[in-house]
């Protein structure tokens, strides 16, 4: 099975509180993370990680890594800044880079889907009507995908939303797991039918 996942962001302490995370630690955190992860993936499936896996040293994690089952592919987020190298060591397989100029994409049943930690860029309109807690999606405007027709996965915006016109958010703090590929077309079949309406 393939899987997708954002922002788990393993061994930032300040996401417990950014995200209201109920962890009395870090290390509570990364153990139920670990625990939630491997609760469904398989050791012969594949996670894409969409951005902001780890905060920590190499050898914590190098560590979780080494706990997580399946192949693990990173996508590049604002927080994943070390030289590639660093991340294959610590046991990613493959690092992804998924630019606005350049995306990601993966030929699914339903066509091509972006995949990337960043939404789609919001329209004129959406900008008007942003509420407070939506603007932290803009800080990063300059790496917002465009949109074009295409399904989007995405994290990024944390709990921020599940899913937006074709966006579909498989962070971390919505879900509490990798998303499976198929549940996401499952979703992505029924946003057709709705727009269809």
């Known amino acids: 099975m393939i899987w997708y996942t954002a922002d788990t962001h393993i061994g930032h302490r300040n996401i417990l509180t950014f995200t209201g995370r109920p962890y009395q630690s870090v290390e509570a ?5 670990v625990s939630s992860w491997n609760s469904v993936v398989g050791d012969e499936d594949t996670v894409f990680i969409l951005g902001d896996f780890a905060l920590c040293g190499a050898t914590m994690t190098r560590a979780i890594i080494s706990r997580l089952r399946g192949h693990k592919i990173l996508v ?4 994943d800044c070390r030289k590639r190298n660093w991340y294959i060591n610590a046991g990613i397989e493959n ?6 100029e350049n995306p990601y994409r993966q030929w699914w049943s339903a066509g ?9 860029r919001p329209r004129w309109w959406d900008i008007l009507c942003l509420a407070l807690s939506d603007w932290m999606s803009l800080r990063h405007i300059n790496r917002l995908i465009p949109e074009d027709g295409n399904f989007l996965v995405h994290g990024h915006v944390h709990q921020r939303w599940a899913t937006k016109r074709r966006m579909f958010n498989c962070g971390w703090d919505i879900h509490h797991r990798p998303v499976s590929r198929a549940e996401i077309e499952n979703w992505m079949r029924k946003r057709v039918l709705e727009e269809r309406c």
């Open 95 to 100: 690092v992804v880079v998924s630019t606005a």
């Open 112 to 120: 091509w889907v972006w995949i990337s930690h960043y939404p789609f």
């Open 76 to 79: 590049r987020g604002n927080h």
């Open 29 to 33: 955190m990364n153990e139920a993370i």
